[in-house]
């Protein structure tokens, strides 16, 4: 063997100028510094999370309390935790992508063109995979369950290996700006152009590994939720009384059991033509890159309602919450609901209409398309009805919902253009498309998921948000994105294609100035949602909302305190109608001390989830680089993990019925001790989680 | 009725969903090897009887039935046939669609 | 709710076990829906070897790559197995001796092993005759399809291996029970898919 062969068996492809300081040092440009820059981020952001937890010696407590725990609660929380770290990174590569446009007209930009095509590869695949979904599931998790009156999730393990999976893809990518290059082949990674020859780097494997670790994860996630949904419900909770985000998250659930199977199919067979020279989507003997497009749209298209549906659910509950109404037409939303997630299945052609398959063929995709309208449009109504009349409190969450509304009508009707096959062969892959996406999803998805973190912040750590950073960041995230996203329908209506490092129109230009700044705007709205937490957390003392109801709530979750105990519930009710606590509240049995306690029997934590994320992380990083002997035993190390866990029967501990009744009357007599506040309070200090209809 | 009543009862639902299954099996590969009929045919009948001889283990070895205690995984299974059918279904006939345009 | 009642899918265990079957039914359905799940995995991979079929790119076409008697051959053991696997469940609901469960099982998995036995061999003579995945799109088509298959039916062995270690360790304890019930519905979930495979890729081929 020689020196050579045994440095592959041992490290395989990486070398020097595998990492992005080697590359800096040898050519000292702006866009090797920039990208080394990023390395030292994530590389001292490491060592600097590592220093002060062994500072604080807090390592023990959180491998038992967090990561290794099985509650729904924490691992919800430990999801939007991942969702911010993940969006901060996305939106600085936004900003830079942004700047780079503005300025690379006629010259030169800032950083060189594979790079750009890195940016918006990472940006997007980490906007759906690592932000919008790990935030979408954290809500559902620490939501769902307590909506339905759940001790947990139905399997509280496979619910931890879920997250587990999510952040090994995370870590690729994270590691991704530190050892080798991303893919530059776009969020969607069509072959042939990633295949192996004509991108024979690491690139589309740190994305197919990436992307395939989530997509497992995610359907893993929807699976647990559909399950506990359909078989966790507090007796008397029919599935026509469940909060309507208990709706919108069992379809979301649904839509990932059936849509991630497609990408995780065109993921490996991408993996099986790079690694084992097949010929699935090769241009050569046979192979049909267009199977690609379909199967992966086949995904895509489903994705879209996975991440717009919960943003649904958070809406209704905030609309009907702020505006002290009960939901207007239930039964429509619910309908609407199933009637988006099964057309979401009928739609996926339209993101390949010019393609080359025959008008018909498009006719039918384009009718399918306008008619995700009508349902859409239903909900619209329903929410404005539920606003009318109603004593509107203009909130945070409340003011997201109804920027949500303008903005997405907006998106919709921009929606209907690109639906017209004749019209989408004249705008496609244009900013046109980049605009109507972004302008579908970050009111469609941002900003529900920023209502809901906003609402249900209160509830997961006992004291409220900011107001006052909530409004500044809010007006940021509004008018960053008007300012961001408006100029983009221009420009695409005026021809500029869209992923381009570079152009050569001077016309563009102003255009371009204003969505740049529009991008600073909205880094300024991140910036604002870290000093909103960091000023709440100092000033959590004249916050606190022990009785757990800030904002004289509707559903279950808010009868409880804040922030829960491990179990939920200390008694299991039975729920007698569809906004019971709002119905308890009016016949002053909020707070009626339960008849008994009994014990309850609760998951224990499980090493699990943690084993198989650095696992699956090896293996990722080994088939990445082709480290064969790691990623052999990363394998077998899964393999041994699953089955050593299985003969683990030690795997609950019982809460004695004493120390529930003793936790369950602290809190009790807390409430009795609380003031009850008018909404108009809700917001000062006096609000300490007790509403005034409750007395 | 007692354990071993019930035990024969369910012992021949398994002894007739094998058999059966190997009717189906056997006629299948029958109809091809000993070319029965034209091509397009043969193909046809081929999956007629695989169709059957999914009902088939589906009834006798997963037990899925139309009784009422049953129904969320029949619904499961008619929504999941209903995804399936729009995924390969839609796959081919867009793929098909292509590969005769590209003639 | 009475324990006479079908609670999942597969053989319901009822008044054999009130407890476990009180147990199974959310555990159980968790995993029939993980088969939907999967169930489409396949199905895209029946639709994408569909779309390959034409794209033999000048190499072998199928009806010169399958043999039918080899196919014949690995259907009936799946076949058996799934029969067997039958009398495994059934062992295990009315709690005979327990060496019947431990039998009919260790039959169902030498047939799962003499299955992939054949398909390895199968593969590896195609092989030998030029007949690999990078010839051409329709031989990697039917490589992903099935090979994935043959993959499920390695992991249904090991589970099946590790059962088997289970059961003489801890008895049938619930969770034991509620697990071979859930290898059950794999195994006989792709004795289904096998159904797929042989009418759609092998008698397809040779018709």
Redesign the interface.
Known sequence: MTVQSAWFWAIGRIDLHSFAFVRAWEDPSLDKMIAAGAASLVVLGAIAVFAIITKLRKWRYLWQDWFTSVDHKKIGIMYVILSGIMLTRAVIEAVLMRMQQAVAVNQPGIVAPEHFGELFSTHGSIMIFFMAMPFLTGIINYVMPLQIVARDVAFPTLNSISLGLTVSGAVLLMISLVVGKFSTGGWSGYPPYTEMAFNSGVGPDYWIWAVTLSSIGSTMTGLNFAVTIYKSRAPGMHLFRMPLFCWTALCTSILMIFAMPPLTVATLMLALDRYLDFHLFTTDLGGNMMNYANLFWLFGHPEVYILILPAFGVYSEVISTFSAKRLYAYRTLVYATMVIAVLSFTVWLHHFFTMGQNANINGFFGIATMCVGIPTGVKVYDWILTMYRGRVRFTVPMLYAIAFLVTFVIGGMTGIILATPPLDYVVHNTLFLVAHFHNMLIPGLLYGMLAGYQFWFPKAFGFRLDETWGRISFACWVVGFYLAFMPLYVLGAMGMPRRMAGVFQGEYLPWLIIACIGAFILLAALGALFVQLVISIRRREKTRVPAGDPWDGRSLEWAISSPPPEYNFAVIPCVEDRDPFALRKEQGRAYQPPHAYEDIEMPKNSVLGPVLCIVGAAAGFALVWHIWWLAILSFLGILAAVIVSSFSRDTHRVIPASEVARTHEHWLRTVAEARAIPRELETRSANEGLAESAV | MDDRAKYRRELRGYAIGFASALALTCAAFATVHFDLAPAGTTIGIVFALGLIQLNVHFRFFLHIDLKKSARDDLQLILFSTLITLLMVGGTLIILFNLYHRMM | MSAD????????LQE?DPLTHEKA??AI??F???L??????F??????Y???L????G?PVPHEVYE?KS??IE??IL??S??TF??AS?AM??EHKRHQLELWLGVTLLLGFAFIGWEIHDFVSMAAKGEV?????????F??LVPMHMLHVTIGC?WGM?MLV?IR??GL?P?VKI?VMRLS?FW??L??IW??I???VY??G??
């Open positions: 009642e079908l609670k999942h899918a597969g053989l319901n054999a039914g959310e359905f968790g029939w829906v993980f939907m799940s999967d169930a489409v995995v199905a895209l991979l029946f639709a994408t569909g779309v390959m034409r794209g033999t790119a190499g039918i196919a014949f259907t009936l076949l058996s799934s029969f039958g009398l059934l609901k009315y995945p990078s010839r051409s799109g329709y031989l990697s088509g490589y992903a090991v590790v289970q360790k801890f304890d969770m697990n519905l006989h979930f004795d289904i159904i797929g042989f009418s759609v008698l397809q040779l018709a």
